[in-house]
């Protein structure tokens, strides 16, 4: 599997873990997620990374239906950051998403590599169709 | 940063409104590329690797479900309100696709704790 320009994005779920540490466990991670995280960018793996708020808005549906607490804290399938890495081969990426020092709190760690094209895309061209997706490569980073 | 949930809502559909969904969706976020609303998107490859507890790696996400990640554009944009006006936009929506809007954090929520627990200590 090859992914567009080697990147791999780790989205890190399971939000609110730390409320079982204390103020000492608390603080160990961040130093061990610095470190973590400070030779990634170091190394120049690391293309981006934020942590995303909280709270948050899911939008569906034909009418656009808002809904504005989303179980964004709560549930576990909660995104709470990402990382967007660049490596050499999706066993490099998962190597790196293996040493995050929070995995042993609860954190769980998707790695999907960034796609030469969307699903939508795929389908297009399976039935046929010239998929004009294919475009966002050039346009996006 | 919006975040399209669902990988199986365009089953069923036509070339033609495949072809039609993918010339809209190609049209609203290279119009937000144009006017620097959108800074980064990327479609997302169908499978990956999922790295949980004692560091095990497994199979996923699965492909075709109504949770799972397809892509996601980053926004840069002045109000929640108008990243959500934006994300009303996604052609996906009447199809079944879910746009999750979620804020970028200033600062780590964990970094937050700590600061809390340590005001909280001082108390």
Redesign the interface.
Same mark, same amino acid.
């Given at each position: 599997?090859n /992914?567009?320009n080697n990147?791999y994005?780790l989205?890190f779920t399971g939000?609110e873990w730390?409320?079982k540490l204390s /103020?000492e466990q608390?603080?160990q991670?961040?130093d061990q997620?610095k470190e973590w995280y400070g030779n990634l960018a170091a190394a120049g793996k690391v293309k /981006?990374s934020?942590?995303?708020?909280?709270?948050?808005?899911?939008?569906?549906?034909?009418n656009?239906r808002?809904i504005t607490d989303?179980p964004?804290a709560e549930s576990k399938?909660a995104?709470?950051?990402?990382l967007l890495l660049e490596a050499a081969s999706?066993e490099e990426a998962?190597a790196i998403?293996?040493e995050?020092p929070?995995?042993?709190h609860?954190t769980?760690?998707?790695?999907?590599?960034?796609?030469e094209?969307?699903?939508?895309?795929f389908?297009?061209r399976q039935?046929?169709?010239?998929?004009?997706?294919a475009?966002?490569r050039t346009?996006?980073? | 940063m919006l975040i399209f949930r669902g990988t199986d809502w365009y089953k069923g559909l036509s070339p033609e409104e495949m072809q039609q969904i993918s010339d809209k969706w190609m049209a609203w976020f290279k119009g937000l590329m144009a006017n620097g609303k959108a800074v980064a998107g990327n479609p997302l490859e169908r499978e990956g690797k999922i790295v949980g507890k004692n560091r095990v790696v497994s199979d996923g996400p699965f492909a075709e479900s109504k949770e799972t990640i397809g892509g996601y554009f980053l926004l840069k944009v002045d109000t929640m309100d108008e990243a959500l006006a934006i994300a009303k936009d996604c052609p996906g929506l009447p199809y079944g696709i879910r746009v999750e809007v979620r804020p970028v954090a200033g600062e780590c929520p964990l970094v937050d704790e700590v600061r809390e627990a340590a005001l909280a200590a001082q108390t």
């Open positions: 599997m /992914a567009k990147q994005l989205l939000n730390w409320n /103020a608390i603080q991670v961040i997620s /981006a934020q942590a995303l708020a909280r709270e948050g808005a899911s939008i569906s549906g034909k656009a808002v989303g964004f399938e995104i709470g950051g990402y999706l998962i998403a293996r995050c929070s995995l042993c609860g769980t760690i998707d790695v999907r590599p960034l796609s094209d969307c699903p939508l895309d389908r297009a039935l046929g169709c010239k998929g004009s997706l475009e966002l346009a996006t980073v | -």
